[in-house]
Nanobody
Framework: QVQLVESGGGLVQAGGSLRLTCVASGTSGGRFRLNAMNWHRQTPGKSRELIAGVSSGGETNYADSAKGRFTITRDSAKNTVSLQMNSLKPEDTAVYYC??????????????????WGQGTQVTVSA
């Protein structure tokens, strides 16, 4: 119904910056409305960690590890969410995932609540 595609990961030196972007699009016709859009990250052997989120109204929240360094922004008209990451540290190395929840309205009247994840993008910060 709805897919999320991330871009912008890569290799950067400590202290550098990266910007991740996630675009949501429909895959089966109809239309959808997004509620919260979030960024998570995961390193091998650890559970996925919520890093930043933005509500449909624009309210943001951050993990302590991201406060002051990361900024999440959202363009609801384009169904995109971005994560600007500054002052990156080696411990920020992880696979970053975009996640969103919302409601899908099919062309024939079905209404379905969904939660979608992107495929992940690798961020590597070298010391």
């Amino acid at each position: 119904q709805v897919q999320l595609v991330e871009s912008g990961g890569g290799l950067v030196q400590a202290g550098g910056s990266l910007r991740l972007t996630c675009v949501a699009s429909g895959t089966s016709g109809g239309r959808f409305r997004l509620n919260a859009m979030n960024w998570h990250r995961q390193t091998p052997g650890k559970s996925r960690e919520l890093i930043a989120g933005v509500s449909s109204g624009g309210e943001t929240n951050y993990a302590d590890s991201a406060k002051g360094r990361f900024t999440i922004t959202r363009d609801s008209a384009k169904n995109t969410v971005s994560l600007q990451m500054n002052s990156l540290k080696p411990e920020d190395t992880a696979v970053y995932y975009c996640e969103a929840d919302g409601t899908h309205y099919s062309d024939w009247g079905d209404i379905q609540v969904f939660r979608a994840w992107g495929q992940g993008t690798q961020v590597t910060v070298s010391a």
